[in-house]
């Protein structure tokens, strides 16, 4: 009992002891939790102030990109009105010179017709009730404003209703430089003229001027801008038709017996002059060939000259642009296989072969001779330029594209012709020989079957047998062993004789 008293008196002192225990624990476990969530707050602490940072750096961004946006817009803005304001000053221009335009056009119709109740087309158009605009007071003010810009279309319609043959030549020499605004203008300056096939004719007369020594007008600049002008002007009388507002043509604008006769005789002489020059020395390009063509087609005088005399001057002329259209108003399409030939023969393929695209006969006339001549001097200039080290100066890939494509025509015109030829027979790949099968038992038809090429034996020759030969190991014999069977005929068939049937 003393025993049992101690201990319950000891567990009173354990109990403080256990109790003393768990405080200390408790301290200690409040001491890691508070150093623990100190931890924490100092990262999310962190983290804010990072993400705060990031923020007002993409907001400073967005500011900066906001006002260059607004900058551009303004510089768009200010470029559209720059470009609104340039094409409103290009209207006002261009209505500007069609006004001057229409009322020029409206005031030489009106000296043109003074008498408008003879025209018939303006009868028909008054018995319709249409009428015709009048020019704006505006458009005379322009018209007195910028007379100057239609000083040349002025003076070339007044120098073609003056017949002043040496004011028009003046005149189209000393604007040489407006030459294709000439060529435009020249037809309808022609119609004005109350002749102007003998205007035409009149232009012509100096075209040979001057000593014999410049007859081919290479050593006289001012002699060939003569000849030049000669050629335009019978190339644009060339192109006058009926008119295409009245219906009908006047009496200077149509071919008379005195035209044609003042043609055949200049034509007449220029053909002498042309037998005194050495025209087959231009390579295709001589004017004087061409101006003499030219004049026949215009006055239609072809017919006073055969069509082989005017084939032998069409290679003199090759070259020229004109040349394909000259040779149809003349007649000569159907001599033109014979024309291209001889430029073919006179080593002139390039010639050769825009006639021939010209007239569409490239079915007889193939250009393989120039594409193997172009072929061989593009390898040629590529291999130099890469020998030299020349590619930054001169580019070699459109070279090498184009020999690609000359290349690919070539195989396919190889491939074309392969195809067309007949296919031979093969000999088989084991080296054996055809012949038919041959046995050692005769036949037991009376009637025998013969081949269908030759139904009868005496139509093909008799051949002789060669000697007899080992039989090769494999079982096949080359191919100029002839087999040791019956004797056979020159096409490999063998002889056959009509036997007695045997029962």
Aim: net charge neutral; charged share 25%; proline share 6%.
């Amino acid at each position: 009992m003393e025993s049992v008293a101690a201990l319950m008196e000891s567990t009173s002192s354990k109990i403080q002891q256990l109790q003393q225990a768990f405080a200390e624990l408790q301290s200690q476990s409040a001491v890691t939790m508070n150093l623990k969530w100190k931890q924490l707050e100092d990262h999310f602490h962190g983290l804010e102030q990072s993400l705060k940072k990031k923020f007002d750096e993409l907001k400073q961004q967005e500011m900066e990109f906001e006002e260059t946006v607004a900058k551009s817009e303004v510089m768009l803005e200010q470029r559209e009105a720059a470009v609104t304001a340039k094409e409103l000053t290009s209207l006002d221009r261009l209505q500007e010179k069609r006004d001057v335009a229409l009322a020029m056009i409206f005031g030489k119709s009106k000296l043109s017709l003074p008498v408008p109740a003879i025209n018939p087309m303006d009868k028909a158009l008054s018995n319709l009730g249409v009428k015709l605009p009048k020019p704006a007071p505006e458009a005379n003010a322009h018209l007195q404003l910028d007379n100057s810009a239609i000083k040349p279309h002025s003076q070339l319609v007044m120098l073609c209703e003056e017949m002043n043959v040496k004011g028009l030549h003046k005149f189209i020499s000393d604007n040489r430089k407006n030459m294709a605004a000439i060529r435009e203008e020249i037809p309808s300056a022609l119609k004005r003229a109350s002749h102007p096939y003998a205007l035409v004719l009149d232009s012509l007369e100096d075209f040979y001027a001057g000593d014999n020594l410049v007859l081919d007008g290479k050593k006289d600049g001012d002699l060939l801008g003569v000849r030049r002008t000669c050629l335009m002007l019978m190339e644009s009388v060339g192109q006058m038709h009926t008119d295409a507002i009245t219906g009908f043509t006047s009496e200077g604008h149509m071919f008379t017996t005195n035209v044609k006769e003042r043609a055949k005789k200049i034509a007449i002489e220029w053909k002498s002059k042309l037998e005194s020059l050495d025209i087959d020395a231009s390579n295709g390009n001589c004017l004087e060939a061409h101006a003499f063509l030219q004049l026949l087609a215009t006055f239609g005088i072809s017919a006073e000259y055969s069509d082989d005399d005017l084939c032998k001057l069409l290679p003199s002329v090759s070259r020229r642009r004109q040349t394909p259209e000259l040779c149809r108003l003349l007649g000569l399409s159907q001599k033109m296989p014979g024309v291209i030939g001889v430029l073919v023969d006179s080593g002139r393929p390039i010639d050769a072969i825009n006639l021939a695209y010209a007239f569409g006969l490239t079915e007889q006339f193939e250009p393989n001779e120039m594409n193997e001549r172009e072929l061989s001097a593009l390898k040629a200039v590529i291999k130099c330029i890469e020998e030299h080290k020349l590619e930054e100066q001169y580019p070699i890939d459109p070279l090498q594209k184009r020999v690609l494509q000359l290349e690919k025509a070539k195989a396919d015109k190889r491939r074309a012709v392969e195809a067309a030829k007949p296919q031979s027979k093969r000999p088989r790949a084991n080296g054996s020989v055809f012949a038919p099968r041959v046995t050692s038992f005769a036949d037991k038809s009376f009637y025998p079957a013969t081949p269908e090429r030759h139904p009868y034996p005496y139509e093909r020759q008799f051949v002789y047998g060669a000697e007899a030969h080992h039989t090769p190991v494999m079982n096949s014999v080359p191919y100029t062993i002839q087999p040791a069977h019956a004797p056979y005929y020159g096409n490999g068939y063998p002889v056959q004789y009509q036997v007695p049937y045997i029962h």
